[in-house]
């Protein structure tokens, strides 16, 4: 009776913990412990104190322990250069699901692509204004296998490439647009799997959604959006459940809003400084972000609770020095670095399912 | 008592000890999965013996000395734990393996049953029962499938336009499916939107489907993809293809087999490059025709025998829709510069066909191999995709035979007085007379440069230039339909290692007409070819090593008849055997090779061979290489080779020296070079005809690694051209001077840069020629000092280049699907969204050379960054110091120029006063733009000041030139005050001048004064109020007295949402233009592109989330506009399902 308590009662409450995990699964040994020592109330009583007791601190512990997530350095590629996979000043990344890594490499005015070993395969780009040049791109999204959309930040435009990274189309204002749907600089892009583009406007500090014609259909995060109104959005990212997560660099925060811009909640307020990069895993559990002025890439669960933070200054292996963006492909958490020039891959190791 | 106790007491001791248990198995399992190991390589390519067996496939990454290495460098036995590599990896060089392993012990053998053990005279059995898995161990694979996507349906519908569906397809799926087979697909139907510049890719050509399934023995591809066949000698095939592919890949046994439709037609085309432009080089189809476009990727570019990457940072870009090339500053294009592409291109005439398959396999320990290789291209002549074939045109195809020169149809029809747009003259000639003006209405087509007597001069007018000076003729060319079979075995045989054999036969049918039997006796053909290799081995007398030594012969035999699908032969094969420009295809070669390498760094070899192409051509040649390459050793590489060739048909002797080579020495920080390179040909036709060439070319130069922050490089090269004239007898052609020098800096402080220059100066000895100077240069520099509080960077590029003459084309199609319109009072086509029209820009083959200037600069100061310190509070700054941690400012220049002045150095040092000069400037612009921010990152108060400029001349329009003005000041304030209420103010005055020459255009030269303020009340999170309004004063001083405008408008809006489930958004304008004088054209440009009177335009907009995947969105708007007839209603619905 005693351990049917216990099992139905007590343990389901503890979430996570690795001691009711044992107790689950080795629940023929303890059966019998219990059925012995279920002679005595005292005992009873007793046990159940103890074990709510260490139950609770193992659960603390566990919690700890099994929601966090430990990193460890794969490999890195890349050198300050211009020469096919070197990088000056890379500020974007993204992957797609066949493990191409799409890197912005914004000092040299291009965005070059690598297998997910870090091998070069193509690239496009290269300072100018006209098609398949590119003027300081900020990021880049490959989300959907087939397309790669370049955020053309001092052309004020989207570049549409295929997957190798041949020209398709653009995006830009006409002079026509009225100022709400007006593309200022985008700083970053991200597609929705509704089909929809997002990029961060720099210039107006907002949100402009773009939908599957490619029209501009709406805005938000400017001034007029109340306690939702963004300060220097950098990056963009959208959850497989239609979130939208924004990094506010200057407020030192991520932004969370609906799909049609209505704000939610804010995530990292007093941990992050400056947050720049930020993706997701395909589950929509982890939200990784980078924060360049603490040299750290931190990861949170989406409901905000921090669970580890990843580098430190340097240029060793492991350490980052102005971590711009990131991206997560299956457990490998690949960080631009802007100081260093390169490209860094950890493996995370996931003690519990977040 | 105790003894009740004691439970307790054991789940309190054994409590911390299950939890560390916890841990120590935590850090055993990751030490166990992953596997860092070093080796030191043996000077040889492996096998290097790995500590573990059963290693992860693909988990590993190999580094060579810190270098990561590319999976085709080396190969790995991931069960037996062994790996080689491809090159043999320097003695002592550290070889890292990082990989992973399973995090449990695994036999290399498992049995679903017991092994069934019959003992001796035993006359019964056991068969242990089958063992079922577990259900709580089978993996849910389609629930780790990451899938994403949607399904999207609409319409629109509008007074002013019919009823359109909108309908969107994403589908995005990745993961595995079952034990090992791994799958990752992507399909899209969306479509591209029409590009305001009217450019696009054909939508064609853009992949939307891919489908890949891979498991270690298998795979197959759906949708778009590259088939690369490159293995045997001719049916190597690479191409771009829609449909299937699958593969089978086992130990001794390799098949792949495709089936597709052909994307693309390929070609070969060899040029030599111009002195002086870098390009855009256009490239042609078969028939030389330029209306192409080339497939996206399918391109393989070389220069001079080497293999360019494309990139404008690397060697080339190429413009798809224009099939034109252009060389980076990377790489100096010269008249020796001998250029190959081969390339891919759209010849959307018939649905071309192709089914392939290639097997391999492997037996006797892989001592013997087996290949054999099908082809297919076949066009499907039944159904031509662009054109009708009619009984009459048909009999024209069955006539033609293999002769494309009689598959043509009259171009000209004649429709009689005032129908047409064409008149011909008494000569047969036509002529142009514009629209319903002529009674012939003609048909042209691109015959080929120098093939036809029409040249075009843009707006769809052909122009008579003579018999075989325009690339046009009124004809129309009929297509033939193509079917193409190519069969291929390949068999080697390496008895023992030091030996190979192999033999390879090909056969191959084509059909260049197949709507016609006639002329299809020649159409099959054969070739192969057998090679012998003594493979490099170690030569031994005694115990001595003497070094390595490598044999072969090979001797290759093709039939006139044959015809191959892609490139069969080496880039430069015409060179290697010089070749003339035609030779009859067949062919019979035979050549020895032989290497010797005494030392590790050093090789000899030499080669020689010779050609025989029927009784036409016969060639010899032979050729010697050494090279010592070598650590701490002066590095050589030098080459000879020499040709001789007959011509029998035409008594041509020839005769070709070639000589290559260049050393360098590092010593220290520096690295002298020295390069020479030289030919002597001499062909002799008479006695008193000859043709040929004598260069000599030379090269100096010193590197400088002074340090990891510190690169400096500088060359000279001098080359002499000379013109074969007699016997022995040169005549000087020309000097060539070319000088390189470069440096980098790296993190020098706080400033990055790269500085490369580039001067080439050809002088003629004919002086009708001159001089031709090329430049290229490019500079790049970062510069980030004080904490980033100062950011800076700069680009500068100059090139010579050429630049293309285009044509605007605005296409009719239904109201409101354009985005043009045209306007009859202003004689243009303006910007409407609502259009009718839609822009197409043509290149056209005019190309004007030109010197390129492109450059910009950004200037971005944030105090801010500054004074922010970890350990210093605000508190602690000077007033002064937080007043400047207020403010910001950002300034960007922009300057691009395509100019043919003379005085190209006052274009390179940027004196501006030589810029956008009409009769010599193809294009120019100069932007300016400067930001000044006061609390630019401050939520309740921010302001920017702002200041615009930008001057634009453009003439590579056929229709005339175009020059353009701008200027704008603007003010523009940012509050939120009380909480709930906010605010934009903006204060903005601008000037805009246009000028047209060479066309009938109203000229502009508009000053405008706009006062934009937007006040938002929002007193909840939900729920948002608000009311712009603008007021602005605008006159056109191009007329005297000036057209005035007096325009004022009015938006309240209203946005109310539902957390998480949508939005309401409601918009109304109302604006009012008032034009002094009434009578005055008003160009778009002014009132915001509003005709004078009053407008009104309302949006009403509904977004649901109607579940957590389907999503609604109902929109209408409306606008009445003096402009325009009655009051438009647009209403659209949509529907969106996701997947997940």
Redesign the interface.
């Known amino acids: 009776m005693l351990y049917t308590l216990i099992r139905e009662r007590i343990l389901p409450i503890k979430i996570n913990s ?2 009711s995990q ?1 107790f689950i699964n080795n629940s023929d040994y303890i059966r019998s ?1 219990f059925i ?2 279920e002679r ?1 109330m ?2 009873r009583f ?2 159940l104190l ?2 709510a007791q ?1 139950s609770l601190t ?1 659960g603390v ?2 919690q700890e ?1 099994a929601d966090s997530i430990s990193a ?1 350095f ?2 890195a ?1 890349g050198a ?5 996979g070197e990088f ?2 890379p500020m974007g990344i993204d992957i797609d ?2 493990g191409n890594v799409y890197v912005v490499d914004t ?4 965005v070059q692509r690598f ?1 997910n ?3 070069f395969l ?8 006209s ?3 590119l ?2 791109p900020m990021d880049v999204c490959a ?5 790669v959309f370049v955020a053309d930040y ?1 052309n004020r435009r989207i570049e ?1 490439f ?3 990274l ?7 204002s ?3 647009t009225e ?1 709400k749907l007006t593309l200022g600089f985008p700083q970053s892009i991200a597609l929705s ?3 929809d583009l997002f990029v961060v406007d720099a210039e107006n500090r907002r949100i402009l959604k773009l939908n ?4 501009a259909e ?1 805005s938000f995060g400017d ?2 959006w ?4 963004l ?2 959005p950098a990056q963009i990212e959208i959850s ?3 979130r939208i997560f924004v990094a506010d660099q ?1 407020a030192g925060r991520v932004m969370v809003y ?7 909640q804010t995530i990292g307020q007093g941990v992050l400084k400056e947050p720049r990069g930020i993706c997701m895993n ?1 589950a929509g559990s982890l939200i990784c972000v980078t924060d360049p002025v603490q040299d750290q890439v931190f990861v949170f669960t989406v409901a905000g609770r921090r669970l580890c933070a990843i580098g430190g200054l340097g240029s060793k292996f492991g350490a980052l020095d102005n971590p711009t963006d990131v991206a997560l492909h299956k457990n490998l958490l690949f960080i631009t670095e802007g100081n260093n020039h390169r490209v860094q891959v950890f ?1 995370l ?1 996931f ?1 519990a399912r977040p | 008592m105790m003894r009740q106790w004691w439970p307790v007491i054991l789940v309190v001791l054994i409590s911390p000890f299950l939890i560390k248990a916890q841990d120590a198995g935590k850090i055993d399992r990751i030490a166990l999965f992953e596997k860092d190991v070093l080796i030191l390589g043996e000077g040889r390519k492996g096998p290097y013996f790995l500590p573990d067996s059963l290693i992860i496939k693909d988990s590993e990454s190999v580094y060579i000395d810190r270098q990561l290495q590319a999976r085709a460098a080396y190969q790995i036995n991931y069960i037996d734990g062994e790996i080689r590599f491809i090159n043999s990896v320097p003695q002592g060089a550290k070889i890292r393996l990082i990989y992973k392993l399973f995090p449990y012990p695994i036999r290399k053998q498992y049995a679903h049953r017991s092994v069934i053990q019959r003992l001796l005279g035993s006359t019964t059995e056991t068969i242990s029962p089958l063992k079922t898995a577990k259900s709580e161990g089978e993996i849910d694979y389609a629930a780790q499938l990451n899938k994403s996507g949607s399904i999207t349906r609409g319409v629109t519908v509008g007074t002013d336009r019919s009823l359109k569906v909108n309908s969107s397809l994403n589908i995005n799926v990745s993961g595995k499916v079952a034990d090992n087979v791994e799958v990752v697909a992507a399909l899209t139907d969306q479509s591209t939107p029409i590009q305001p510049e009217g450019t696009t890719q054909n939508l064609q050509e853009i992949d939307k489907v891919f489908v890949q399934l891979k498991s270690p023995h298998f795979g197959a591809t759906l949708g778009d993809y590259n088939l690369e066949l490159p293995s045997s000698q001719f049916a190597r095939y690479s191409r771009k293809l829609q449909g299937a592919m699958g593969t089978a890949q086992f130990s001794h046994f390799q098949f792949t087999a495709s089936g597709a439709v052909s994307r693309g037609k390929y070609i070969s085309q060899s040029f030599s490059g111009e002195e002086g432009n870098q390009g855009p080089y256009q490239l042609k189809g078969d028939r030389g025709q330029i209306d192409i476009i080339v497939l996206a990727g399918t391109e393989r570019v070389y220069i001079d025998g080497e293999s360019m990457v494309r990139g404008e940072t690397n060697d080339y870009v190429i413009d798809y829709a224009a099939a034109q090339i252009t060389f980076t500053r990377r790489r100096l294009i010269t008249a020796d510069s001998r250029i190959v592409v081969d390339f891919q291109y759209s010849d959307e005439k018939y649905r071309r066909s192709l089914y392939s398959a290639q097997g391999m396999g492997e037996m006797w320990d892989r001592r013997i191999k087996v290949m054999a290789t099908f082809l297919r291209e076949s066009d499907d002549k039944d159904n031509p995709l662009d054109f009708t074939l009619s009984e009459e045109r048909l009999a024209i195809l069955r006539a033609a035979g293999d002769d494309p020169q009689k598959a043509i149809v009259d171009g000209a029809a004649y429709v009689g007085p005032g129908n047409g747009r064409y008149v011909m003259q008494d000569s047969g000639i036509f002529r142009y007379v514009g629209p319903d003006s002529g009674d012939y209405r003609v048909t042209f087509s691109d015959v080929g440069q120098d093939l036809g007597s029409y040249a075009y001069k843009g707006g769809g007018i052909y122009e008579y230039v003579g018999i075989g000076a325009g690339r046009y003729a009124p004809v129309i060319l009929l297509p033939t339909a193509r079917n193409h079979h190519l069969f291929d075995f390949d068999v080697q045989l390496q008895p023992i290692p030091a030996l190979k054999v192999s033999s390879e036969i090909a056969i191959s049918t084509l059909d260049v007409n197949a709507y016609s039997p006639l002329d299809d006796q020649d159409n099959q053909g054969t070739a192969q070819e057998w090679k012998l290799q003594f493979l490099p081995d170690t030569l031994h007398v005694g115990s001595q090593k003497l070094g390595v030594v490598g044999l072969s012969a090979r001797y290759r035999s093709i039939g006139d008849r044959f015809r191959d699908m892609d490139r069969t032969t080496e880039i430069e094969y015409n060179r290697r055997w010089n070749l003339p420009e035609t030779t009859p295809r067949g062919e019979r070669v035979r050549e020895l090779e032989g290497h010797y390498n005494p030392f590790q760094g050093f090789s000899l070899t030499g080669e020689y061979g010779d050609i025989k192409k029927g009784d036409y051509f016969q060639s010899e040649r032979w050729q010697l290489d050494t090279g010592l390459m070598r650590h701490q050793w002066p590095e050589y590489q030098y080459r000879i080779e020499h040709i001789k060739n007959k011509n029998i048909t035409d008594v041509r002797m020839g005769d070709w020296w070639r000589q290559k080579g260049a050393m360098n020495w590092r010593i220290w920080k520096l690295k002298p070079l020295f390069g020479y390179e030289g030919e002597i040909k001499k062909e002799n036709w008479s006695d008193t005809l000859y043709s040929g060439l004598k260069f000599n070319s030379w090269t100096g130069g010193l590197e400088v690694n002074a340090s990891k922050k510190l690169f400096l490089s500088a060359r000279y090269a001098w080359r002499n051209d000379q013109d074969y004239v007699g016997p022995d007898q040169f005549l000087d052609k020309s000097t060539a001077k070319t000088q390189q020098a470069m440096l980098r800096l790296q993190q020098l402080g706080a400033l990055s840069a790269s500085i490369e220059y580039t001067h080439r100066q050809r002088t003629f000895t004919d002086s009708s020629l001159g001089r031709k100077d090329t430049d290229l240069a490019e500079v790049r520099a970062f510069f980030k000092p004080w904490k980033n509080a100062v950011n800076m960077d700069l680009n500068y590029q100059i090139s010579n280049t050429a630049t293309a003459k285009k044509e605007r084309v605005y296409i009719k199609v239904s109201p409101g699907e354009g985005n043009y319109r045209f306007d009859p009072q202003l004689k243009e086509y303006v910007s409407d969204p609502l259009g009718d029209y839609i822009l197409r820009v043509l290149t056209t083959d005019e190309l004007v050379p030109v010197i390129e200037l492109k450059t910009s600069t950004r200037l971005r100061l944030e105090p801010a960054k500054f004074y922010a310190s970890k350990n210093k509070s605000t508190a602690a700054l000077k007033s002064w110091q937080k007043w400047l941690r207020a403010l910001s400012s950002e300034s960007f220049i922009a300057i691009e120029e395509r100019t043919q002045e003379d005085e190209i150095w006052s274009i390179y040092l940027l004196n501006l006063n030589r810029f956008q000069k009409q009769n010599v400037t193809m294009f120019g612009t100069m932007q300016f733009r400067q930001d000044f921010y006061v609390f630019e990152h401050n939520r309740d108060f921010s302001l920017r000041l702002r200041y615009t400029s930008r001057d634009e001349m453009n003439n590579q329009y056929l229709e005339g030139g175009q020059k353009r003005k701008e200027r704008e000041y603007n003010l523009r304030m940012t509050n939120r005050f009380f909480n709930k209420w906010s605010s934009q103010s903006e204060i903005n005055h601008k000037q805009l001048a246009r000028s047209f020459f060479g066309q009938d255009k109203q000229n502009r030269d508009i000053y405008s004064n706009q006062i934009r303020f937007d006040l938002v009340y929002r007193p909840k999170q939900r729920l948002e109020l608000a009311l712009e309004s603008r007021l602005s004063s605008e006159e056109d001083r191009f007329y005297s007295p000036a057209t005035k405008v007096l325009a004022f408008s009015f938006l309240p809006r209203f946005v109310y949402s539902f957390l998480t489930k949508g939005r309401w958004q409601a918009e109304l304008e109302w604006s009012r233009v008032d034009v002094k004088p009434g009578n005055r054209l008003l160009p778009y440009e002014m009132a915001n592109g509003r005709s004078p009177g009053s407008s009104l335009r309302w949006d009403v907009r509904f977004d649901y989330r109607v579940s957590k995947t389907i999503q609604a969105s109902l929109s209408y708007g409306g606008r009445s506009e003096p402009e325009r007839q009655g009051t438009i209603h647009t209403g659209r619905a949509q529907i969106t399902a996701a997947f997940r």
């Open positions: 690795r001691l044992y412990f012995l020592s005595s005292f005992i007793t046990l103890i074990m260490v193992a512990q566990a322990r460890h794969v490999y590629f300050e250069g211009d020469k096919p000056r000043q699901a066949n000092g040299n005015h291009r297998n070993k870090g091998v193509s690239m496009i780009g290269g300072f100018g204004w098609r398949e040049q003027q300081r989300s959907n296998g087939l397309d001092e549409r295929d997957k190798d041949h020209w398709i189309s653009t995006y830009q006409n002079p026509e100022e799997r509704h089909g599957t014609l490619r029209e709406m001034y007029d109340g306690e939702g109104a300060l220097s497989l459940d239609d200057n609906d799909y049609f811009g209505n704000y939610i395909p493996e190791q003690e």
